[in-house]
């Protein structure tokens, strides 16, 4: 088991910068394959980046590629998800996810741990 809390959206102009952190519990953390996933109001959940468990691969959203960069830090059982260059667009709330056997993807499976998200506007 695992719980994720994540923290730092808020409200930021266009071309602004936001940096969110999902804390996870638990002393497997470096075990978990861990995501970013944004929903927008009337609009189904999507893709914004994933990690592998060690750090080494990182893959996006064609839509954050270039603005976005996740990172971890198995030390402090932290993910993070850099936004620079923040469109309006990218409103939404923004949540964690942590897949238990490690492997990642862009679709919602196979993570079975979710944040409870954290809130990002872009106003423009």
């Known amino acids: 088991q695992v719980q994720l809390v994540e923290s730092g959206g808020g409200l930021v102009q266009a071309g602004g910068s936001l940096r969110l952190s999902c804390a996870a519990s638990g002393r497997t953390f470096s075990s978990y394959g861990m995501a970013w996933f944004r929903q927008a109001p009337g609009k189904e959940r999507e893709f914004v980046a994933t990690i592998r468990r060690s750090g080494g691969s990182t893959y996006y959203a064609d839509s954050v590629k270039g603005r976005f960069t996740i990172s971890r830090d198995n030390a402090k059982n932290t993910v993070y998800l850099q936004m620079n260059s923040l469109k309006p667009e990218d409103t939404a709330a923004y949540y964690c996810?942590?897949?238990?056997?490690?492997?990642?993807?862009?679709?919602?499976?196979?993570?079975?741990?979710w944040g409870q998200g954290t809130q990002v506007t872009v106003s423009s």
């Open positions: 996810a942590a897949s238990s056997t490690g492997v990642i993807a862009t679709t919602l499976r196979p993570y079975d741990y």
